[in-house]
């Protein structure tokens, strides 16, 4: 194997395995996480029941969801992977979206208690726009771009100077 076609394969795989480093989740696969809390009306006192608290994850809206909560509000969510999560509460009213996500860790969480307030909803917010976060899939995105981009440019390098060894070798003609 020519050695700038060496270089060239062992940039590529340094790049990819960086990139898969640095993008890996730090809490280990498969770890779970219980999660439960009060729901209450805007007034902070009045349990909300027969509500549905669920979390959604990440692009691929994948919903984890509570029964709906009992006589005095609470509800609960087990066994749910670690993660950052969008929250929603689903009432006869209409749906309820947090404007700040809900980080899970392993084991168990600590309860939240939520106040239902109507005139608090943000249509942007509840079609996943504007919340100043960027999602794990664009993240891998970019960063598959930048890779690729590292690749190509590596790989005009190498032959750059594969053509020009190659020229400086040929014999007088």
Same mark, same amino acid.
């Given at each position: 194997?020519?050695?700038?076609?060496?270089?060239?394969?062992?940039?590529?795989?340094?790049?990819?395995?960086?990139?898969?480093?640095?993008?890996?989740?730090?809490?280990?696969?498969?770890?779970?996480?219980?999660?439960?809390?009060?729901?209450?009306?805007?007034?902070?006192?009045?349990?909300?029941?027969?509500?549905?608290?669920?979390?959604?994850?990440?692009?691929s809206e994948a919903t984890l969801r509570a029964?709906?909560?009992?006589?005095?509000?609470?509800?609960?969510?087990?066994?749910?992977?670690?993660?950052?999560?969008?929250?929603?509460v689903e009432a006869p009213e209409g749906v309820?979206?947090?404007?700040?996500?809900?980080?899970?860790?392993?084991?168990?969480?600590?309860?939240?208690?939520?106040?239902?307030?109507?005139?608090?909803?943000?249509?942007?917010? =509840?079609?996943?726009?504007?919340?100043?976060?960027?999602?794990?899939?664009? =993240?891998?995105?970019i960063a598959g771009g930048v890779t690729l981009?590292?690749?190509?440019?590596?790989?005009?390098?190498?032959?750059?100077?594969?053509?020009?060894?190659?020229?400086?070798?040929?014999?007088?003609?």
């Open positions: 194997m020519a050695p700038g076609r060496f270089r060239s394969i062992a940039a590529a795989t340094l790049s990819v395995a960086l990139v898969w480093v640095f993008s890996a989740p730090l809490t280990p696969a498969g770890a779970v996480a219980s999660w439960g809390g009060r729901v209450f009306e805007s007034d902070r006192v009045t349990p909300r029941e027969g509500v549905v608290v669920s979390l959604a994850e990440g692009p029964a709906p909560t009992r006589a005095d509000g609470t509800f609960t969510i087990d066994g749910a992977p670690t993660g950052t999560y969008r929250l929603k309820f979206v947090s404007s700040e996500p809900v980080k899970l860790e392993a084991g168990a969480n600590t309860p939240m208690a939520l106040a239902l307030n109507p005139g608090a909803i943000n249509a942007k917010q =509840e079609q996943g726009l504007g919340n100043g976060e960027i999602s794990s899939m664009t =993240e891998y995105l981009f590292a690749l190509l440019v590596i790989l005009e390098i190498t032959d750059d100077d594969d053509e020009t060894n190659a020229t400086n070798h040929l014999p007088p003609g």
